[in-house]
């Protein structure tokens, strides 16, 4: 642990939900969940309204639509909409140190030791925390974040999870243990379910009970490496850095489109460039992989991914495509698909190719797929999904409510305007089409 508390995490709060609400003026203050809307999705996100109720991440689409009143809004992902805003918070971050190191989309750690100039006195990092807060609601449109400041990542990230939401806990030095001790198990990382039953069956609830346990029975517990892990958090026992850089484990390229795509061959085209773009930064690296590794999103937000490992690493762009490909026609494209990726993992420094393979194979196996038949198109309303941005010819901007029966409901609103009108369309009426997300942002405060 560090002498002074100059470790911070933030963690924006309900984040994909926030981001709906901000855009969706109709849904501030109303359960909104997000997530795979179909008969088999899972929540990503739910609003603090939603949480109320009992939706939590992890959970069913069809759990939380149980458990949510009639009117809660259940939505699909606009994941270009949560990268814009998660972008503008991270530089916020970088203002503050050159240390920072996200951890997701929506949660990030900062070493405010490493900047230089800042008062890392409790009532200075406060402060700091404070304007911070500030200006990412300011610079979000709204979107709020709680912070945790402490000695050592641990206890930055316990304290930010103290007081949600848009909370703010400093844990002064020294007093790391009055703070840990008290709070369950399940607060510590690595903590899951398993662990927690088995600590639970030798009568251990909280990091006080965990921290009286000696360490060899921990580690006759957990494992070594677990057990000696848990041995020390239960201490608070912390020292890892902020690392701003991490080593890369894969390569990967990823697209997210404006409509979904269902036709094979537009698809494999695409799947051609971004194995491209990929082979060209394994070799600027000097790296090669031995797993190739298929991503699609679909229309109702679930996600699946599909891969094949190779005997020998590679770096070669058309035995990736090649493969992606073949993956892809495995999968199917039923529904459409709203993201598709291309990775490659099993990094190594070196490649060695297939010393007898035929140097067209690849391109022979890239053409039998393009042959195959595309999928059938869905029908119309299957073109749009809840929560999609839409613009229609003569009534602007917004949003779809729903779908089916051929038909589909938009309500036409945005972050700047107050809640919109709602008008159900035939589904394929030719004023209608896929949207950008809005910006959020008032014209003085620029693009």
Same mark, same amino acid.
């Given at each position: 642990m560090r002498r002074e508390a100059s470790v911070l995490h933030l963690d924006l709060d309900a984040f994909f939900a926030a981001v709906e609400q901000r855009d969706k003026p109709s849904l501030r203050g109303r359960p909104v969940v997000v997530g795979g809307t179909g008969g088999r999705g899972v929540v990503a996100t739910a609003s603090y309204e939603a949480r109320a109720y009992g939706a939590r991440s992890a959970m069913s689409t069809a759990e939380a639509r149980r458990r949510c009143p009639s009117g809660t809004a259940f939505l699909g992902g606009r994941f270009g909409a949560y990268r814009r805003t998660s972008?503008?918070?991270?530089?916020?971050?970088?203002?503050?140190?050159?240390?920072?190191?996200?951890?997701s989309i929506d949660e990030a *750690?900062?070493?405010?030791?490493?900047?230089?100039?800042?008062?890392?006195?409790?009532?200075?990092?406060?402060?700091?925390a404070r304007d911070l807060k500030a200006r990412i609601a300011e610079a979000t449109g709204g979107v709020t974040g709680s912070v945790g400041i402490g000695s050592s990542k641990l206890m930055a990230k316990i304290a930010s999870d103290l007081d949600k939401p848009d909370g703010l806990v400093v844990v002064a030095p020294?007093?790391?243990?009055?703070?840990?001790?008290?709070?369950?198990?399940?607060?510590?990382?690595?903590?899951?379910?398993?662990?927690?039953?088995?600590?639970?069956?030798?009568?251990?609830?909280?990091?006080?009970?965990?921290?009286?346990?000696?360490?060899?029975?921990?580690?006759?517990?957990?494992?070594?490496?677990?057990?000696?892990?848990? *041995?020390q958090l239960a201490r608070a026992d912390d020292d890892r850095p902020v690392v701003a850089e991490r080593g890369a484990k894969s390569v990967s390229?990823?697209?997210?489109?404006?409509?979904?795509?269902?036709?094979?061959?537009?698809?494999?085209?695409?799947?051609?460039?971004?194995?491209t773009r990929v082979g060209e930064r394994l070799r600027s690296s000097a790296?090669?992989?031995r797993t190739v590794t298929l991503k699609l999103r679909r229309y109702d937000f679930t996600t699946m991914t599909r891969s094949q490992t190779l005997p020998q690493p590679t770096d070669d762009a058309r035995q990736v495509a090649s493969i992606a490909r073949r993956l892809l026609a495995e999968a199917g494209t039923g529904g459409g698909l709203r993201l598709v990726g291309v990775g490659v993992s099993g990094l190594s420094q070196y490649a060695q190719g297939d010393l007898f393979a035929d140097d067209d194979a690849p391109q022979e196996a890239t053409e039998a797929v393009v042959e195959e038949p595309a999928a059938p198109e869905p029908p119309a309303d299957r073109r749009w999904w809840p929560g999609q941005d839409v613009v229609h010819d003569e009534l602007g901007p917004g949003w779809v409510w729903g779908r089916g029966l051929g038909r589909v409901t938009v309500r036409f609103e945005g972050p700047l305007t107050a809640p919109g009108p709602v008008r159900t369309l035939a589904a394929d009426d030719p004023a209608l089409h896929p949207g950008d997300?809005?910006?959020?942002?008032?014209a003085t405060m620029g693009a």
């Amino acid at each position: 642990m560090r002498r002074e508390a100059s470790v911070l995490h933030l963690d924006l709060d309900a984040f994909f939900a926030a981001v709906e609400q901000r855009d969706k003026p109709s849904l501030r203050g109303r359960p909104v969940v997000v997530g795979g809307t179909g008969g088999r999705g899972v929540v990503a996100t739910a609003s603090y309204e939603a949480r109320a109720y009992g939706a939590r991440s992890a959970m069913s689409t069809a759990e939380a639509r149980r458990r949510c009143p009639s009117g809660t809004a259940f939505l699909g992902g606009r994941f270009g909409a949560y990268r814009r805003t998660s972008d503008v918070v991270m530089e916020l971050l970088r203002e503050l140190s050159p240390l920072v190191e996200p951890v997701s989309i929506d949660e990030a *750690y900062v070493d405010l030791a490493a900047a230089g100039g800042h008062d890392l006195s409790v009532d200075g990092v406060t402060a700091l925390a404070r304007d911070l807060k500030a200006r990412i609601a300011e610079a979000t449109g709204g979107v709020t974040g709680s912070v945790g400041i402490g000695s050592s990542k641990l206890m930055a990230k316990i304290a930010s999870d103290l007081d949600k939401p848009d909370g703010l806990v400093v844990v002064a030095p020294g007093t790391e243990l009055d703070v840990l001790h008290p709070l369950p198990v399940t607060r510590l990382g690595g903590v899951g379910p398993a662990t927690a039953e088995r600590l639970r069956q030798v009568g251990v609830a909280t990091v006080a009970q965990l921290a009286a346990k000696s360490l060899p029975d921990l580690v006759a517990l957990a494992g070594r490496a677990h057990g000696t892990g848990l *041995y020390q958090l239960a201490r608070a026992d912390d020292d890892r850095p902020v690392v701003a850089e991490r080593g890369a484990k894969s390569v990967s390229q990823e697209s997210t489109f404006e409509r979904d795509l269902t036709d094979l061959s537009e698809l494999n085209r695409l799947i051609d460039s971004m194995a491209t773009r990929v082979g060209e930064r394994l070799r600027s690296s000097a790296l090669s992989g031995r797993t190739v590794t298929l991503k699609l999103r679909r229309y109702d937000f679930t996600t699946m991914t599909r891969s094949q490992t190779l005997p020998q690493p590679t770096d070669d762009a058309r035995q990736v495509a090649s493969i992606a490909r073949r993956l892809l026609a495995e999968a199917g494209t039923g529904g459409g698909l709203r993201l598709v990726g291309v990775g490659v993992s099993g990094l190594s420094q070196y490649a060695q190719g297939d010393l007898f393979a035929d140097d067209d194979a690849p391109q022979e196996a890239t053409e039998a797929v393009v042959e195959e038949p595309a999928a059938p198109e869905p029908p119309a309303d299957r073109r749009w999904w809840p929560g999609q941005d839409v613009v229609h010819d003569e009534l602007g901007p917004g949003w779809v409510w729903g779908r089916g029966l051929g038909r589909v409901t938009v309500r036409f609103e945005g972050p700047l305007t107050a809640p919109g009108p709602v008008r159900t369309l035939a589904a394929d009426d030719p004023a209608l089409h896929p949207g950008d997300p809005p910006d959020w942002r008032p014209a003085t405060m620029g693009a």
